[in-house]
């Protein structure tokens, strides 16, 4: 056998294809491989390929792939071929509609890979499959321009959102004009689709976005039309109906159907479903408005609600519209020296004296005054822009301690307390960002406690535990905190390098209230020391609290006992008075 130099290009084509499709027989996927001409040399043939194009591997050869693509979608389909081509390694991901010999149009979502620097696949290999049950409407014959159904008459999946807007637009329109003629716009959004993406990587996070495609697809009816608009969302046009009823029941159907496990790859996958949901009960002149509705209605469920479903309300565009303003407000609050730092004392509950602070962030506005963080904190999250801000948090706290230890403090300093948001967790350069906080104040690192929740870091845990062990590796603690509040505490204990737990208030307000209260905070503190790790308790506000506390040997606590918050003066005065607290 000659070596491969002596193999004519098509032959190794032919062979790469071969291989390919033996890997992928039973998957229902056509695998193509296409030249950067967009010319066809290999198509694997077989079932999948007689439900999707009717064309046997010989006669696919003889097609350009362009000439099965629906007119309508053809110039995005080249468009994103032609990117393809120019990025060696590049993947794509297209939906269209392609011709079936006997049977008219069939939707279908084509995965490309650019592999023509391969040295024996030299191709763009694709891919292809149906998304839609070639019996159902999707599949109808073709037919004329002026005889082809709206958009919203078939159940197409569409990547693109302003193919969905526009099959809104076309509801929006018939619901106007006829009040018997109603519609419900459903937003779908895969709970930890990031995560899974950052996990395993984008081949496994599509088959999990094309498999809830398929259970979507499941649930719905001729007339109803499904989009898929990537990273973990779908629409949902609900045709013929704006009862907020029968779309909640629907949307009950949607998260039982994917919240089923998904299998990928010898991967096992467990997700969730949230959904917004918005009715035509409300006259809407475009699509857009009834998508930017269903939109909110997603935002409330996401933080708000235990079924993690909500309809469209009035009173979220007032909600919206407040959260926007805040939001402008903070962008001038970081810009234009607004934030301030208050610090909570942290005393040893055998001898009272002051070991620590937390720092709890304010915003004074110029015009409201103090603004607390549970009234601006969603809105920084949910923008992202509590990166920046926790970013400056870090800087003052670490900087004012530095100061405070060398002026008071410099046999016995104190450490500070810092909150991390689950956002800055997803943020490469958090560890950077803490060494030069730490190296810039001249903060010994050791004195820098960073407070993260189990909850903060449940969509990014994978990343996370890089970053906390990179943060431990600069010498700087980590605390657990709001300890019992989430739902699998006693595994992120051992999973994640924690050095303080701290007992979330609840549990301390209830001491010598409930019966056994008192039995579950002194296991957590035996677990807590078990561990090695100190325990440290929060919302004390009672002397009984603080003895029961101390005589089950917690370590330190902070509270309303001990003091409020302070502005720094008064929290210098605080450590240059160095009495018991």
Known sequence: MGNASEIDETTLLNIAGRWLHA?????????????????????????SAQELTGLDGAEATRVRPADLVHPEDRDRAVAAFRQLVLRPGARATVEVRLRHKDRGWIAARAHGYNRLEDPVVRAIVVHTRAVARAEGPV??????????????EAPLAQRANSAFIEVLSRACERARVDPNSGFSVLLVELENFKMLLGTYGDVVAGEVQNEASRRLAEL?????????????????LLSGS??????????????????????????????????????????????????QDASLALNRARVTTKRRRAVFQTSMRVEDTRRMAMLGGLHGALQGNQLRLHYQPIVTLASRQLVGFEALLRWEHPNQGFIMPGDFIPAAEESGLIVPIGAWVLKEATRQMAEWNARFRPNDPLYVSVNVSGKQFVEDDLAAQIESAVSTSQLAPDRLKLEITETSIIDQQASAVLVLHAVKALGVKISLDDFGTGYSSFNY????????????????????????NAEIVHAII?????????????????????????????????????????DPLRAAEVIAAGQPL
């Open 139 to 152: 599949a109808a014959a073709e037919e004329t321009a002026s005889q082809r159904p709206l958009p919203s």
């Open 242 to 291: 704006r009862d907020q009823v029968v779309a909640s029941k629907l949307a009950d159907r949607i998260q039982q159907a994917l919240a089923a496990r998904y299998r990928v790859r010898d991967v096992v996958i467990a997700s969730s479903a949230v959904v917004g949901i918005a009715t035509s009960e409300r006259t809407y002149a475009r699509g857009e408005l009834a998508l």
């Open 23 to 47: 890997l992928t027989e039973g998957s229902g996927d056509v695998v193509t491989l296409v030249d950067a001409h967009g010319r066809v040399q290999y198509s694997s043939s077989g079932a």
């Open 493 to 516: 204990l051992h999973q994640l390098p924690y050095d303080t737990l701290k007992i979330d208030r609840s549990f301390v307000s209830r001491l010598g209230e409930a019966e056994g």
């Open 526 to 566: 035996v677990l807590a020391h078990n561990l090695r790790m100190e325990v440290v308790a929060e919302g004390v506000e009672t002397e009984r609290q603080a003895d029961e506390l101390r005589n089950m040997w917690c370590d330190s606590a902070q509270g309303y006992f001990f003091g409020r918050p302070l």
């Open 220 to 236: 719905l009816g001729e007339g109803d039309v499904l989009a898929d608009l990537g990273a973990g969302e779908f629409g949902v």
